[in-house]
């Protein structure tokens, strides 16, 4: 299979269409944040595709089959905003208040906020809430549905994960894009 190239699109375009895209299956009771629950700091493992997925690279079609890599379409757009000096140190922190932070290992710059989380009443389903300002509400909601946290970490699906169709090219609707369902593993940093 042809690897997928470091994806350079545009955040505010992708974090729109997030939104739109995400924001309609939003529902359930939130229940508020406990120490039981995904409190901590994670590291972004992985994430692959659900599905077999059609892309283009420069025109030139190919596939990307169910089971294969797909990190770098959830990595970059939630922790490119990260203050730290390498990508590779970026940590998402989800702190009892209910706040998310975007943490740096081994940095001493200091956490930024990002937004909130929240967990449904059932403990199935994680919302992230990022603000955006090219987002129609102004917040861009990720959730990871099929929700199972551990003390090593948490598993989930994102199911409606926008992605280029081009991927040389940034996000753009409604020509370059497609909706795709991604597993994703985080791991707790102690």
């Known amino acids: 299979m042809k690897s997928i190239p470091f994806l350079q699109f545009s955040q505010k375009i992708f974090y729109s269409l997030l939104a739109l895209s995400l924001l309609s299956s939003c529902g359930g009771e939130e229940a508020p944040p406990s120490s039981a629950s995904v409190t901590g700091t994670y590291q972004f493992s992985s994430a692959s595709f659900v599905n077999a997925t059609n892309f283009t690279d420069n025109g030139v079609a190919f596939t990307a089959a169910a089971g294969a890599d797909g990190s770098s379409f959830v990595s970059e757009p939630?922790?490119?905003?990260?203050?730290?000096?390498?990508?590779?140190?970026?940590?998402?922190?989800?702190?009892?208040?209910?706040?998310?932070?975007?943490?740096?290992?081994?940095?001493?710059?200091?956490?930024?906020?990002?937004?909130?989380?929240?967990?449904?009443?059932?403990?199935?389903?994680?919302?992230?809430?990022?603000?955006?300002?090219?987002?129609?509400?102004?917040?861009?909601?990720?959730?990871?549905?099929?929700?199972?946290?551990?003390e090593t970490g948490f598993t989930g699906r994102i199911n409606t994960l926008p992605t280029p169709i081009e991927i040389t090219q940034a996000i753009s609707y409604p020509s370059n894009v497609q909706f795709i369902a991604v597993d994703v593993v985080f791991v707790r940093v102690p």
């Open 78 to 150: 939630l922790l490119a905003e990260a203050p730290c000096a390498g990508p590779e140190n970026a940590r998402l922190e989800f702190r009892e208040d209910g706040k998310t932070y975007l943490t740096c290992l081994n940095e001493s710059t200091p956490a930024e906020e990002q937004g909130t989380w929240s967990i449904n009443t059932n403990g199935t389903s994680l919302t992230l809430n990022i603000p955006n300002d090219a987002s129609p509400t102004g917040i861009a909601s990720i959730e990871v549905s099929n929700l199972n946290i551990t």
